[in-house]
């Protein structure tokens, strides 16, 4: 176990030294904090609104990470099999559960250093009036989670292909459903047409989920969905990267 | 060390791999031969575990690769074709990675790096990126991370491809050097670097293993092996014919021109002419007809015309 554990670092160091010594990871910080900026303040009419809350900043959050999320996931393994380093990595002596826990969890962390980031947005609601900080904390812990459901998706098309672009598309496609699942105008129209579904449809959304968190509810149940969302997602990387080499 | 046993792998109903099967002990060096797509890749990839057998069983130093996978790992080091690399790593990250995979930390972790480093001379990039690297220093690079915990079984995938003729010499010694008292497995289409570095030969053609000897053997297996090869410069060739061919011991002879255009001849032997005997008949005829010798060898055969002769090229 303590040699997993081991293994699992060494292969996530390894993957944020690549991040960080290409210029993907600050290209990628620089235009997430210009969005979020972008979308809270002007498109979410901050400053006109006069209340101290950042509910605009989760609102637009998982629109924001359907592109950006798959951005940062396509890599994952698409790279390794176009470059031939998978076959180095995994005839090392790891498993290959560990080296996909590994490379996702580098991800993971690396998005959310892009997320706390955004600190300042709170330091000026905070500057500016009274707000919420335990519904703020709470939204900061659902985007954390979003961003790992949509990476895992991520991980998982990018073992499907050795094209990144394609690897992109898959992962924006699965993840918009994921959205739509639970989006209010598509629920509507759900209701109209189907009202037995809905609850069956809705619950597979991760807005279902993390509309809680966005109002300040951290609820058990919501957790559990997106932990299962990615352990189901990573189960499936390993069986494609099986698959593979079968 | 190494055990293979009716190694069979398919990828849909084109088999690369067909019921192959040798054992590697330490101490040898195994030269694995064989036309491009006849299944070499494909047998390594199975043997380091890559790719899981159809049928048939990988054993590594008493570790079956199926069961007992990261242990049987742990033996080996493994250079892939092409040898690939994080490209956008430093020389120095990419060798810290691979030991502490390798289970090493702190000094030892450093002591081990600072070894391969020295061994394969990549002192002066060690802080550069890998993806401004030469050729021959990504392929050494990788070679490095596949010998940085010193295994007792290597396996390697072209290690020679790419590299310029002093590189390919230094890579052939070391890989001598560390055949002294490692199992290493190299595939190559390069003769004579087989000749140079192995103590047997495996020639794989198709997916299935059609050659199995020292490289003597294999050479022994060429049409000219044993013939003596005579160049004359004071007399006529029929002359010479005339003379030798009813000798006892001489089956055959040939008449052919060398590379500069010179007129030599090619002496056969019978079946029960021993080694060197041949050339010693004919040194003695020479000397008693006066002949001036310019050029007398008794050929080992060639491993390029055994290589031609069992396998099938695939552009005919």
């Known amino acids: 176990m303590n040699e997993a554990i081991r293994h699992i670092r060494t292969i996530s160091k390894r993957e944020l030294i690549s991040y960080f010594s290409s210029p993907v990871a600050y290209v990628f910080i620089v235009i997430f904090l210009i969005l979020c900026g972008f979308f809270t303040l002007n498109i979410g009419r901050f400053f006109e609104s006069n209340q101290a809350t950042l509910a605009a900043f989760f609102f637009y959050l998982p629109w924001l990470y359907l592109f950006l999320v798959p951005a940062i996931g396509m890599r994952l393994w698409s790279e390794e099999r176009r470059m031939g380093t998978m076959e180095l990595l995994l005839t090392m002596p790891v498993t290959s559960w560990r080296a996909i826990l590994g490379k996702f969890l580098a991800s993971w962390l690396f998005l959310a250093l892009a997320l706390v980031l955004t600190f300042p947005l709170v330091i000026t609601v905070n500057y500016l009036g009274d707000p919420d900080n335990g519904m703020i904390v709470s939204g900061y812990v659902g985007g954390i989670l979003l961003s790992g459901g949509f990476l895992a998706v991520g991980s998982m098309t990018s073992a499907l292909t050795r094209n990144q672009v394609v690897s992109f598309i898959l992962s924006v ?74 | 060390m190494i055990n293979v046993d009716n190694l069979t792998k398919s990828f849909g109903s084109k088999v690369a791999v067909d019921n192959v099967s040798f054992n590697v002990e330490r101490g040898e060096v195994l030269g694995f031969l064989g036309p491009n797509g006849a299944g070499k890749s494909t047998t390594m990839r199975m043997v380091t575990g890559y790719f899981p057998p159809n049928d048939g069983s990988v054993v590594i130093g008493g570790f079956n690769m199926v069961e007992n996978a990261l242990e049987a790992r742990r033996l080996m080091g493994y250079l892939p074709e092409n040898g690939p690399l994080y490209a956008d790593m430093t020389v120095y990250n990419f060798l810290d990675f691979a030991a502490e995979l390798r289970g090493f930390s702190g000094i030892e972790k450093r002591k081990a790096i600072h070894r391969v480093v020295e061994m394969c001379f990549l002192e002066s990039v060690l802080h550069q990126s890998i993806d401004t690297l030469s050729k021959g220093y990504r392929h050494r690079t990788c070679f490095a991370q596949a010998v940085i915990h010193d295994p007792d079984i290597l396996i390697m995938d072209e290690p020679t491809d790419g590299l310029d003729p002093n590189q390919k010499h230094e890579i052939r010694m070391l890989i001598k050097r560390m055949g002294e008292n490692k199992a290493i497995i190299f595939s190559t289409h390069i003769l004579e670097e087989v000749e140079a570095a192995c103590s047997r030969v495996i020639i794989i053609d198709r997916g299935k293993i059609v050659a199995n000897g020292t490289p003597a053997e294999l050479k022994g297996r060429s049409p000219i092996a044993g013939a003596v090869r005579l160049r004359v410069g004071s007399h006529a060739l029929e002359q010479i014919k005339e003379q030798l061919s009813p000798l006892p011991g001489v089956r055959r002879l040939e008449a052919f021109k060398d590379e500069a255009g010179r007129e030599l001849l090619r002496v056969f032997p019978q079946k029960e002419t021993g080694d060197g005997e041949l050339a010693s008949l004919i040194s003695e005829t020479a000397k008693k007809s006066d002949w001036r010798i310019e050029e007398l060898h008794t050929e080992e055969g060639r491993l390029d015309e055994v290589f031609r002769d069992i396998t099938i090229s695939d552009t005919e």
């Open chain 1, 173 to 246: 496609i699965i993840c918009l459903f994921l959205i739509l699942a639970g989006f209010a105008p598509v629920t509507e129209m759900l209701e109209d047409k189907v009202p037995w579904l809905i609850d069956l449809v809705s619950s597979f959304s991760v807005m279902t989920h993390y509309y809680g968190m966005q109002r300040g509810v951290i609820n058990l149940r919501d957790v559990i969905f997106f932990l299962s969302l990615i352990v189901f997602a990573l189960f499936c990387t390993g069986v494609i990267i099986r698959s593979h080499r079968a």
